[in-house]
């Protein structure tokens, strides 16, 4: 209950997706006391390694180069994956089950992650000792699965909102330097502001440069319009 209140908490701060999936992967971990936990995401029908902590992290990435291993197979089986031993089911996935062991990894549970219906993942929990993953586990860790991938549409969405928003205050940045040097050139040059941009306008297209290029010049680095022409102060790469 203490993991699904905190993970609760985490998500309501509002994470990224990135920080969802880590949030799992720690949580999880704690909450079934296991060695490490990861999770591993799928698009366009292949696998890869998501967020992952102690142990879990090489296994996390062998399974993702090899395409095989409990979390390929809960995802695209959609069902939990459970092994007490894989010393007793090497062959089952050599790659994955080799570098388990040599992290000394023993037991592993991989549960699916579903948003909307559709397996986009899958929660990987790690131990050290044989471990049988009684319902009850399975069930704590399914839930705090089905947590965050109630969240991830949520977390798509702000983390979407957020890229729109410093989009807009980069452009918004921009213009601002074009008027100050659209201000600076009408004052050099005694001229109406709005034939000042005909003038930036004219030196861009002369020197192969951007009207953003030549504003940031003006304003930033220096170039000064005198008179009839724009002559530079400081040399403009």
């Given at each position: 209950?203490?993991?699904?209140?905190?993970?609760?908490?985490?998500?309501?701060?509002?994470?990224?997706?990135?920080?969802?999936?880590?949030?799992?992967?720690?949580?999880?971990?704690?909450?079934?006391?296991?060695?490490?936990?990861?999770?591993?995401?799928?698009?366009?029908?292949?696998?890869?390694?998501?967020?992952?902590?102690?142990?879990?992290?090489?296994?996390?990435?062998?399974?993702?180069?090899?395409?095989?291993?409990?979390?390929?197979?809960?995802?695209?089986?959609?069902?939990?994956?459970?092994?007490?031993?894989?010393?007793?089911?090497?062959?089952?996935?050599?790659?994955?089950?080799?570098?388990?062991?040599?992290?000394?990894?023993?037991?592993?549970?991989?549960?699916?992650?579903?948003?909307?219906?559709?397996?986009?993942?899958?929660?990987?929990?790690?131990?050290?000792?044989?471990?049988?993953?009684?319902?009850?586990?399975?069930?704590?860790?399914?839930?705090?699965a089905n947590i965050a991938a109630a969240?991830?549409?949520?977390?798509?969405?702000?983390?979407?909102?957020?890229?729109?928003?410093?989009?807009?205050?980069?452009?918004?940045?921009?213009?601002?330097?074009?008027?100050?040097?659209?201000?600076?050139?009408?004052?050099?040059?005694?001229?109406?502001?709005?034939?000042?941009?005909?003038?930036?306008?004219?030196?861009?297209?002369?020197?192969?440069?951007?009207?953003?290029?030549?504003?940031?010049?003006?304003?930033?680095?220096?170039?000064?319009?005198?008179?009839?022409?724009?002559?530079?102060?400081?040399?403009?790469?």
């Open positions: 209950m203490d993991a699904l209140l905190s993970f609760s908490a985490a998500l309501a701060a509002g994470s990224s997706i990135d920080d969802v999936l880590r949030n799992l992967a720690v949580l999880s971990a704690m909450a079934l006391r296991v060695t490490g936990a990861g999770v591993v995401l799928v698009e366009d029908g292949s696998i890869f390694a998501g967020p992952s902590i102690d142990r879990a992290t090489e296994p996390e990435h062998v399974q993702a180069a090899t395409q095989q291993g409990p979390g390929v197979d809960a995802v695209r089986t959609g069902l939990v994956v459970r092994v007490s031993d894989l010393r007793q089911v090497k062959d089952r996935w050599p790659s994955f089950t080799s570098s388990a062991l040599q992290h000394d990894i023993v037991a592993v549970m991989s549960v699916p992650v579903r948003v909307a219906d559709a397996d986009i993942g899958a929660l990987d929990l790690y131990a050290m000792a044989v471990r049988d993953w009684p319902d009850e586990e399975i069930a704590a860790a399914q839930a705090l969240y991830m549409p949520y977390a798509s969405e702000l983390q979407q909102s957020c890229d729109v928003s410093t989009r807009l205050s980069d452009a918004l940045s921009r213009r601002i330097v074009v008027e100050q040097a659209k201000g600076m050139v009408a004052g050099y040059r005694h001229i109406p502001v709005r034939q000042a941009i005909d003038v930036m306008r004219n030196y861009a297209v002369t020197h192969r440069a951007s009207l953003q290029e030549i504003a940031e010049a003006i304003v930033v680095v220096g170039l000064r319009p005198l008179c009839k022409r724009v002559v530079t102060c400081v040399a403009v790469q």
